[in-house]
Nanobody, 128 residues
Framework: EVQLVESGGGLVQAGGSLRLSCAAS????????IGWFRQAPGKEREGVSC????????YYVDSVKGRFTISSDYAKKTVYLQMNNLKPEDTAVYYC?????????????????????WGKGTLVTVSS
C-alpha cells in the first residue's frame, strides 16, 4: 500500500517557523521525485517546492524562496519542508506528492495532474 503521510502542520504567528515531514512507504523511494503543494481557501492547488531523486536538486516557487528549505533523508524515506518567516499568505493545506523520476523537469512545474501519489495533507495556519 502506497502511503505519503504528512505531519508538522499547526497554528503559528507571522514570522514563526514550522517543519513539515512527509513519510513515504509502499513504493521505491528513489524512483520518485517528491514535492510539496499547497491549497489555500478558494485557491487552486499550487506547487511550492520539490526535490530531485536524480541529483538532489531543489526547486521553489518564487514566493517562498529564501524562507523555505526542502530536504530528504533517504534512510528514513522522509522529505522535510522547513518553513521560516511564515506569512499569513502561506496559510493552506500542504500536501506531499510523488512523481516518477522519468520527469526531467521540476515536478512542481509538471503540476498536480502529473503526480502519481498524494498524501492527505496537513493544515498550516499563519495568523497576523
Amino acid at each position: 500500500e502506497v502511503q505519503l503521510v504528512e505531519s508538522g502542520g499547526g497554528l503559528v504567528q507571522a514570522g514563526g517557523s514550522l517543519r513539515l515531514s512527509c513519510a513515504a512507504s509502499g513504493f521505491t523511494f528513489d524512483e520518485y521525485h517528491i514535492g510539496w503543494f499547497r491549497q489555500a481557501p478558494g485557491k487552486e492547488r499550487e506547487g511550492v517546492s520539490c526535490i530531485s531523486s536524480s541529483d538532489g536538486s531543489t526547486y521553489y516557487v518564487d514566493s517562498v524562496k529564501g524562507r523555505f528549505t526542502i530536504s530528504s533523508d533517504y534512510a528514513k524515506k522522509t522529505v522535510y519542508l522547513q518553513m521560516n518567516n511564515l506569512k499569513p499568505e502561506d496559510t493552506a493545506v500542504y500536501y506531499c506528492a510523488a512523481a516518477s523520476i522519468h520527469w526531467a523537469i521540476p515536478i512542481i512545474q509538471v503540476g498536480v495532474d502529473g503526480m502519481d501519489y498524494w498524501g492527505k495533507g496537513t493544515l498550516v495556519t499563519v495568523s497576523s
